[in-house]
C-alpha cells in the first residue's frame, strides 16, 4: 500500500458534519486506526497523539483518529479527553476494509473481527507515505511525528 494513491473516503466527523480524504489534497493526513473509543490503550493513543499534535500541524499535518463507534460515542470520548482533532466513525466498516485493518483477533480465548490498530500517514499529494501495522502505544505517536519530520 505504501507509495500508492490512498484510498478516498467520506465519513462523518466529530463536531458534526463529514470529512473527505480528497478534500485534504495539499496537507498531510496522519490516519490512525483504533479498535474500541474509551479503552485503555485507545485513550493513551489519543491522548499521545494530541500531546504532539502543535507540531503535526506546524509541519502542515492533520491527525484523525478512525474506529467502528458512532459518532455520539466519538463526541464523548473527545470531550472527555479534550483531543484536539477529529475522530470519524466508520460504522459499517468500508473504510477499515479498504485500508486492510480489519482482522481476526482472540478476545478471551474466542475469535472475533475487529480493527488492528494501525497508522498510515498520507502525504501532502495524496500517496501512503507509511504504513503501520499491528501498532504497539508506547511511543508510537512520537515515531510517526519523526517520520513526517523527516519527509
Same mark, same amino acid.
Given at each position: 500500500?505504501?507509495?500508492?494513491?490512498?484510498?478516498?473516503?467520506?465519513?462523518?466527523?466529530?463536531?458534526?458534519?463529514?470529512?473527505?480524504?480528497?478534500?485534504?489534497?495539499?496537507?498531510?493526513?496522519?490516519?490512525?486506526?483504533?479498535?474500541?473509543?474509551?479503552?485503555?490503550?485507545?485513550?493513551?493513543?489519543?491522548? !499521545?497523539?494530541? &500531546?504532539? +499534535?502543535?507540531? *503535526?500541524? @506546524?509541519?502542515?499535518?492533520?491527525? $484523525?483518529?478512525?474506529?467502528? !463507534?458512532?459518532? &455520539?460515542? +466519538?463526541?464523548? *470520548?473527545? @470531550?472527555?479527553?479534550?483531543?484536539? $482533532?477529529?475522530?470519524?466513525? !466508520?460504522?459499517?466498516?468500508?473504510?477499515?476494509?479498504?485500508?486492510?485493518?480489519?482482522?481476526?483477533?482472540?478476545?478471551?480465548?474466542?475469535?472475533?473481527?475487529?480493527?488492528?490498530?494501525?497508522?498510515?500517514?498520507?502525504?501532502?499529494?495524496?500517496?501512503?507515505?507509511?504504513?503501520?501495522?499491528?501498532?504497539?502505544?508506547?511511543?508510537?505517536?512520537?515515531?510517526?511525528?519523526?517520520?513526517?519530520?523527516?519527509?
Amino acid at each position: 500500500m505504501e507509495n500508492q494513491a490512498a484510498p478516498d473516503f467520506e465519513l462523518p466527523a466529530t463536531g458534526g458534519g463529514t470529512r473527505k480524504l480528497s478534500e485534504l489534497q495539499g496537507r498531510g493526513v496522519v490516519l490512525y486506526f483504533y479498535p474500541k473509543d474509551d479503552t485503555s490503550g485507545c485513550t493513551t493513543e489519543g491522548l !499521545d497523539f494530541s &500531546a504532539l +499534535h502543535a507540531q *503535526f500541524q @506546524a509541519l502542515g499535518w492533520e491527525i $484523525f483518529g478512525v474506529s467502528r !463507534d458512532s459518532p &455520539a460515542s +466519538h463526541e464523548k *470520548f473527545k @470531550a472527555k479527553y479534550s483531543f484536539p $482533532f477529529e475522530l470519524l466513525s !466508520d460504522a459499517d466498516e468500508r473504510v477499515c476494509e479498504a485500508y486492510g485493518v480489519m482482522k481476526l483477533k482472540n478476545m478471551y480465548g474466542k475469535q472475533v473481527r475487529g480493527i488492528e490498530r494501525s497508522t498510515f500517514a498520507i502525504s501532502p499529494d495524496g500517496r501512503v507515505a507509511r504504513v503501520w501495522r499491528g501498532v504497539k502505544v508506547p511511543d508510537h505517536a512520537k515515531q510517526v511525528l519523526d517520520f513526517v519530520s523527516s519527509l
